[in-house]
T-cell receptor, first 114, second 106 residues
Framework: DTGVSQNPRHKITKRGQNVTFRCDPISEHNRLYWYRQTLGQGPEFLTYFQNEAQLEKSRLLSDRFSAERPKGSFSTLEIQRTEQGDSAMYLC????????????FGSGTQLSVL | QKEVEQNSGPLSVPEGAIASLNCTYSDRGSQSFFWYRQYSGKSPELIMSIYSNGDKEDGRFTAQLNKASQYVSLLIRDSQPSDSATYLCAVNDMRFGAGTRLTVKP
């Protein structure tokens, strides 16, 4: 296993378009997290799954954002009707519940909304 | 009030000095505390975790936790230029602070 994989690495879209990102966690990890990070800020929590169940979603998250984790494996994050303020790095991380809680991050997807 | 607050920095120390990074958190029930390092253009990686009051040492790094004061810190001894990065405090494995940028000058 080569770690957490995210695709695409970069996405440029026009305002109003929908985008979808994919995250493949480390295979034995049952927890999966999505974060958003802008320059000079720490990762902002978006949502988290344990297996296929979405256990928490940030109160600040617009309803334009939705995430899924079918079958408890890979996850997708969709942003509908993108806005320029959505431009950021979207990070996925995974961990093993019952382990030492260390998060392993993917390389992220850099979204630019024009 | 933000859930996790850090000195935004930037913090600059000379090579060989001790760098001290601080973090406070708002949830008194928090049980798990983490320090991550993030190099420019890279993703965060775990440096240390701490769960009990007191100090925890790992090589040149020491994490300190005081739950009564809701305070956690990271000390880096004998700082090296390769330690130059942003250091992120995380609580309960989900919430991160804004990070403190550290520069170690040769």
């Amino acid at each position: 296993d080569t770690g957490v994989s995210q695709n695409p690495r970069h996405k440029i879209t026009k305002r109003g378009q929908n985008v979808t990102f994919r995250c493949d966690p480390i295979s034995e990890h049952n927890r999966l997290y999505w974060y958003r990070q802008t320059l000079g800020q720490g990762p902002e929590f978006l949502t988290y799954f344990q297996n296929e169940a979405q256990l928490e979603k940030s109160r600040l998250l617009s309803d334009r954002f939705s995430a899924e984790r079918p079958k408890g494996s890979f996850s997708t994050l969709e942003i509908q009707r993108t806005e320029q303020g959505d431009s950021a790095m979207y990070l996925c991380a995974s961990s093993l519940a019952g382990g030492d809680d260390e998060l392993f991050f993917g390389s992220g997807t850099q979204l630019s909304v024009l | 009030q933000k859930e996790v607050e850090q000195n935004s920095g930037p913090l600059s120390v000379p090579e060989g000095a001790i760098a001290s990074l601080n973090c406070t958190y708002s949830d008194r029930g928090s049980q798990s505390f983490f320090w991550y390092r993030q190099y420019s253009g890279k993703s965060p990686e775990l440096i240390m975790s701490i769960y009990s009051n007191g100090d925890k040492e790992d090589g040149r790094f020491t994490a300190q936790l005081n739950k009564a004061s809701q305070y956690v810190s990271l000390l880096i001894r004998d700082s090296q230029p390769s330690d130059s990065a942003t250091y992120l405090c995380a609580v309960n494995d989900m919430r991160f602070g804004a990070g403190t940028r550290l520069t170690v000058k040769p």
